[in-house]
């Protein structure tokens, strides 16, 4: 299994998966120009892409939804509350190939297996996946209120992760966003911190977890140097931990290696 993530963080989110000739791509919040240019850049075409799934309808996840499946002619795979609240982001008579799915339910593509498990975050019927290929299980956690029970239980199944890790609690009570503001990221519905980030990989995570890659910071109430320091400092050196960036693609990532435990920040946020 292969994957590259695009882009993630409040300016748009995109994550593409490759199992043998299954290819997937989660969430639309890059332009297609954008999805087009960094697959390219990794000798992949957006293209001929076998699904679009969406996780919730909040706009750096979902603004781009429409184009891409024009534009690339691929099948969108949404939960039909997610459309109704996507609307008019997305208009259904304009989808070539629109498959709805249940929160909780598993969609079959070939070979693979996409997992949906529902979330507290503040969307209107939000999603986390697990993309599993019959060798390897990836998890894709972010946007997902808090931590809770099937959280725990996916983590601990998973051979990668993507979660995220959203702010520094720090930075986030002394910056400039409004109380209402703060009180919403930090909140039952909102993102979770640095700390319950590392502290979930710490308590759930088995030894079949290969690596982690840190998503969805905020540009304003984290770092990836506060990130990742974290991170390292509960969980020690032996896991690879990387830092997904809001402005660029990560390298293509395989399930079958691993990074390097000990290497510095490949991005700067």
Excluded at 42 to 70: E, M, Q
Excluded at 82 to 87: I, M, Q
Excluded at 233 to 262: C, D, F, H, M, W
């Amino acid at each position: 299994m292969f994957l590259i993530s695009l882009q993630s963080g409040s300016s748009g989110n995109c994550i593409y998966v490759e199992s043998g000739d299954v290819r997937l791509l989660f969430d639309a919040g890059l332009s297609a120009s954008q999805v087009e240019h960094r697959l390219s850049e990794h000798k992949r075409s957006a293209h001929g892409i076998n699904g679009l799934f969406i996780s919730h309808n909040h706009s750096d996840h979902i603004r781009c939804a429409g184009v891409y499946t024009r534009q690339f002619d691929i099948p969108l795979f949404i939960s039909k509350p997610t459309l109704a609240a996507a609307k008019p982001t997305i208009a259904p008579n304009q989808v070539k190939d629109l498959q709805h799915f249940r929160s909780g339910s598993s969609i079959k593509i070939g070979h693979v297996t996409v997992e949906t498990i529902q979330t507290p975050h503040d969307a209107v019927d939000g999603v986390v996946f697990v993309v599993d290929d019959g060798n390897h299980r990836l998890g894709i956690c972010t946007d997902f209120g808090h931590v809770f029970q099937d959280l725990k239980s996916l983590v601990a199944n998973v051979d990668g992760l993507f979660l995220e890790s959203n702010y520094d609690e720090t930075m986030l009570k002394n910056g400039s966003y409004p109380q209402f503001l703060k009180q919403r990221i930090s909140g039952p519905g909102g993102h979770i911190s640095n700390l319950e980030a590392a502290e979930l990989v710490s308590e759930h995570a088995s030894s079949r977890l290969q690596w982690l890659y840190l998503a969805h910071l905020s540009e304003k109430n984290n770092t990836a140097a506060k990130a990742f320091a974290i991170h390292r400092k509960v969980l020690g050196k032996k896991l690879p931990i990387q830092v997904s960036s809001r402005y660029a693609s990560t390298e293509l990532v395989t399930l079958a290696g691993a990074l390097n435990s000990t290497a510095q920040l490949s991005f700067d946020l």
